[in-house]
């Protein structure tokens, strides 16, 4: 379900694309640094609410945070969420066959929505992204924690 029509994102209310787009570093990085300390799972990105907000641009910065979460612990967060059982079942098979080397598997969460997004064979991978950021680490701080 998508949220009302927005400014932010100029694209009929939905922010995502261009939320992703601006974000793709930091997204490529946690996904990456996660898979290489817990294997296959998928990026959690809890977004700041007032993203859907009619008067936010794509020039203002939105808070969000990120983690990894490894596969065994998929559906328990997910079950959580009050996500259906049938949407739960059907993410374990992307994320038993994704690539993490050129593949991420985004879980966006605007409360109350919860939308799932395969990022698939991305233009910067996974290892560019953590490349980038390592290299430019002080402007991502403090926003990520090594």
Known sequence: ??????????NFGYWQNSFIHNNILVIGYTAWKGFQSFGRGVVLCAVDTQVTHPTI???DTVPFTL????????????RSQSISSSTISSIFPAVATYNPDRDIILVLKAEPQI????LHQL???PPDCYEQVCKRWSEFQPSLMP
Request: neutral net charge; aromatic residues 16%; hydrophobic residues 40%.
């Open 67 to 78: 983690q990894f979460l490894p596969c065994d612990l998929i559906g328990f967060y997910l």
């Open 115 to 118: 939308e799932v997004n395969f």
């Open 123 to 125: 233009k910067i991978t």
């Open 57 to 59: 641009t794509s020039l």
């Open 1 to 10: 379900m998508r949220p009302s029509n927005s400014v932010w994102q100029g």
